[in-house]
């Protein structure tokens, strides 16, 4: 007998829905306070620390610094601060150790604020009430630490950091000051992410025995070759990134934290370098040093060749004679050290027991989750690239009794799922209800970067790790 099936179309209009303010609320947070029209932000505080505005009580306006003139600062949280968010958000100042793409930053915004060549004076001088770090994940753990020390939060992308000697610095400096960290784990706010949340949630699994969790990445260039970028940019340096079990992983490790809630407990992983890297080179004994897309000599033999677009040749490009950083790497140069076949087995402290793999090597992009529990088991597949990328996801609900539910869920556009707009209400207004507990601070961010660090240990040493001992030093 086949089981039978119902299908439930789930909205996801209300998902993280505003808090409606008060009338006397609303006319506060429309009327814009003096500093959003003002380039002098460097005044001492006034109605708040951090605020500049002195013409009234209770003003919501935050300043925020920039650690790191990446892309990602600028697209995500920069431009839209500037132009969906200039009643409650200002960027203040920037720093990178490339100062030239520092000054590139403040251009392409189109805003009015300060290019820094030094950290701390940027804090000392625009005092701001948060700095965002969007640097190379490597230096993540010093400039949130600094910024805690300095008396701001720190908003961080993923990962946290990439070790567990640099996660325990960030904790123990958010304990020592009382400042906040924030992570921005954006995948948790995407519609289908936030479905299954909420059905586990309802108990719709019971006891959670199982997770499997597969990640494919496309080495097509057809359709964006998602998995080659890694290795032709700084990611595919281990002491840059961490690799992709903490670069990557991150992101996945979490919501699987999140949606079963349970600690990750002991680690042991396998990973290998199969495509990607110098002993992979097709064309010859090795790759020459300097070699890149832009001067290479196969372009038209070589599966992986990317053409640098006119926003990466104004904004990387120009500004190498800073820092010497290139953005179109060859993918097969010789000090590449991550890896690209990558799985790993994660015991959790309450029974959970999770299969993880991370190819870099697909022909499509996507993600296949299956979690089983004693009531029965949820599996969800999501193609993000390819013939078989649909505008739905579904996640089914197999029981006991030979029933199946499907739940289709609307993909959401915008970055990551729809997840990057979600969390920048969050970030930004803060009026939003998170029954969820979709936000993640710190911890959250440990135990994620962790489960990757303890399978790059593991890869290492042969070893099943223990992440309490990494996590306590």
Same mark, same amino acid.
């Given at each position: ?12 209009? %209300? ?6 303010? @008060? ?85 392409? @915004? ?5 290019? *820094? ?116 940019? %700084? ?8 690799? /992709? ?82 953005? #179109? ?5 010789? #000090? ?12 959790? #402290? ?13 022909? *499509? ?12 088991? /949820?599996?969800?597949? /999501? ?64 135990? @994620? ?25």
């Amino acid at each position: 007998m086949l089981p039978a099936l119902w299908t439930v179309h789930t909205p996801f209009w %209300w998902v993280l829905r505003p808090i409606s303010p @008060s009338k006397k609320a609303q006319s506060s947070i429309l009327k814009t306070c003096s500093r959003a029209k003002t380039s002098k932000m460097n005044t001492p505080a006034a109605s708040r620390p951090g605020c500049t505005c002195s013409e009234r009580e209770g003003c919501t306006m935050k300043k925020y610094a920039f650690a790191g003139a990446s892309q990602r600062a600028l697209w995500m949280y920069c431009k839209p601060m500037l132009e969906s968010y200039q009643d409650v958000a200002v960027p203040c100042g920037v720093y990178d150790i490339n100062f030239g793409r520092s000054q590139s930053f403040v251009k392409e @915004s189109g805003g009015n604020f300060k290019a *820094y060549e030094d950290f701390d004076e940027m804090l000392r001088v625009e005092k701001p009430d948060c700095v965002i770090v969007t640097t190379a994940d490597a230096y993540h753990a010093e400039y949130i630490v600094r910024a805690l020390e300095a008396g701001c939060d720190a908003i961080t992308e993923k990962p946290m950091t990439i070790n567990e000697v640099m996660c325990r610095d960030i904790l123990e400096a958010e304990k020592r000051t009382g400042r906040k960290v924030t992570v921005t784990f954006n995948y948790r706010y995407s519609p289908v992410n936030t479905k299954i949340k909420e059905l586990l949630s309802q108990g719709l699994l019971g006891e959670i025995y199982s997770v499997h969790f597969e990640w494919l990445l496309t080495r097509n260039m057809a359709l964006d070759g998602h998995g080659a970028s890694y290795f032709r940019r %700084w990611n595919s340096r281990m002491e840059k990134s961490g690799g /992709l079990l903490v670069h990557k992983a991150t992101h996945h490790f979490d919501l699987i934290n999140w949606w079963i809630d349970q600690k990750p407990a002991k680690v042991s992983a396998f990973g290998q370098l199969r495509l990607f890297g110098g002993k992979n080179y097709p064309f010859g004994e090795k790759v020459m040093p300097g070699q890149r897309c832009s001067n290479c000599s196969y372009i038209d033999k070589c599966d992986f060749y990317w053409e640098i677009d006119d926003f990466d040749k104004r904004y990387y490009q120009s500004n190498e004679k800073h820092d010497g950083y290139i953005k #179109d790497n060859c993918v097969y140069a010789e #000090d590449i050290d991550i890896y690209d076949t990558m799985g790993v087995t994660v015991q959790y #402290d309450k029974g959970a027991i999770m299969t993880y793999s991370l190819n870099a090597t697909t022909p *499509y992009d996507g993600h296949h989750i299956v979690i089983n529990g004693s009531l029965g088991r /949820l599996e969800m597949r /999501l193609y993000s690239t390819g013939f078989e990328a649909e505008k739905q996801v579904h996640i089914r609900f197999y029981d006991l009794n030979n029933n199946v539910t499907d739940y289709a869920i609307t993909k959401a556009t915008g970055g990551h799922g729809g997840g990057d707009e979600k969390i920048r209400q969050m970030l930004f207004r803060g009026n939003t209800a998170d029954p969820l507990g979709h936000a993640a601070g710190a911890m959250a961010g440990a135990y @994620s970067i962790l489960i990757g660090a303890a399978a790059n240990n593991s890869i290492a040493t042969g070893q099943v790790v223990d992440i309490e001992e990494l996590l306590n030093g």
